[in-house]
């Protein structure tokens, strides 16, 4: 009689249901999980795990995530000269006077350090850890790119007329791309048809696509189509200094983590191991980006442009190269020139500062008229507020004597 009087609202049928619902649905799950494993292998990309880690981990702590290479610290440190003092009470923001310490709030700043005639006068972190823990600089990266190669320039094993299919040959085309020459890579003058999209939503293409790719090689090879005339203007795009990146890793016979320690890294005194992100394990390091050390080594990148390229009495950077980045060549974005991967600000005609800039806030900022260095890591926008920093800078060097 049960049987027969069993309804579909019955306990038992309605369990069947769900379980069978409960079957279909983690059939489906598995099979999005399998399929998006199988896409991700197939374009050569990072597998989903990795993709959803990368959305939800915070941008200064990415290093986490990726296959690295290390760069030792130097076996003789050079710790920078401390005075600290009290940070300035207020700097101009957005139009008005704001008080610095909501101001490095609300830009999601996790490290603040400020440098007069090399001494270290004011530092500030949004936790304690975050003084000796390494940061991912992004686009800082750029900027140590361009000092390796400076030094290459220097010593005539490179020259801005040497084409990027004369040193990398395995990505000729034989068409308009082979006539790209290390000069247009320096100065974002390519063409190459990569865009510079950080948008979560395009994981798979431009710049988002050399980030997440499995195989930067491949990636490459995939995209040397050309947007413009190479040289006939600059537009900013990261692959031109992952090309940059692999030119000097390929001249010198040995990866560009490794070039980066034994050239700058040793000579600069750095205190702390710092890494390089690869591809993957033993891999291509993401030249454009992806440069991790603690603040103070970075902060020495900024000391070492400032006393024009030397440490001491040895010079890393020469009065050329020294001559090369702080001569700007070029309007990379509105307002904004560039010059061999660093960056002239507005306004730069008047102080005569430049910087190295990563995107979501990373700054090594050098204002020589008031011998000073500024370094900012942060989690901030995408290229969010640049300007506006740049004014909270000078105000905050104002005060180096």
Not at 341 to 364: L, M, R, S
Request: glycine share 8%.
């Amino acid at each position: 009689m049960g049987i027969a009087n069993e309804t579909s609202t019955s306990p038992r049928r309605r369990y069947r249901g769900a379980r069978r619902a409960l079957v279909a649905t983690g059939a489906v799950v598995v099979a999005i999980v399998a399929g998006g494993f199988a896409l991700t292998a197939a374009l050569g990309m990072k597998n989903p795990v990795f993709l959803v880690r990368f959305l939800f981990t915070p941008r200064s702590e990415v290093e986490v995530l990726y296959d690295t290479r290390k760069i030792s610290a130097s076996p003789h440190p050079r710790p920078i000269p401390e005075q600290l003092q009290p940070l300035s009470q207020t700097v101009p923001w957005k139009g008005r006077n704001e008080d610095i310490l909501r101001v490095l709030r609300e830009t999601e700043t996790n490290v603040f350090l400020v440098m007069c005639h090399g001494t270290l006068v004011n530092e500030w972190y949004s936790e304690p850890g975050k003084k000796t823990s390494r940061e991912s600089s992004w686009s800082i990266a750029k900027s140590v790119v361009s000092i390796l190669i400076g030094q290459l320039i220097g010593e005539g094993k490179l020259s801005e007329n040497t084409k990027l299919v004369a040193a990398l040959p395995e990505f000729a085309i034989g068409g308009k791309f082979d006539e790209i020459t290390v000069k247009d890579l320096l100065d974002m003058k390519s063409g190459i048809d990569m865009s510079e999209d950080y948008a979560e939503y395009k994981p798979f293409t431009g710049v988002a696509g050399m980030q997440v790719t499995a195989d930067l090689h491949a990636f490459l090879m995939k995209n040397r189509a050309l947007a413009f005339a190479t040289g006939s203007r600059s537009e900013y795009r990261s692959v031109d200094t992952q090309y940059l990146s692999m030119i000097v890793a390929r001249i010198e016979g040995e990866p560009l983590a490794k070039v980066l320690e034994h050239r700058l890294w040793h000579p600069l005194g750095a205190e702390d191991d710092a890494s390089w992100n690869l591809d993957h394990a033993d891999g291509i390091e993401r030249g454009f980006g992806n440069l991790n050390a603690t603040p103070r080594d970075f902060a020495k990148l900024g000391l070492l442009a400032l006393a024009g390229g030397k440490v001491g009495e040895q010079t890393l950077i020469s009065p050329a190269w020294m001559a090369r980045i702080t001569t700007p060549v070029a309007e990379a974005e509105p307002g904004w020139m560039y010059a061999a991967q660093w960056w002239h600000p507005p306004g730069h005609e008047k102080n005569g500062d430049y910087t190295a800039i990563g995107v979501y806030g990373q700054y090594v900022y050098v204002n020589p008229k008031h011998h000073a260095v500024v370094t900012k890591l942060s989690d901030y926008g995408a290229q969010q507020d640049e300007a506006e920093l740049i004014d909270v800078f000078r105000s905050v060097v104002d005060g180096c004597h």
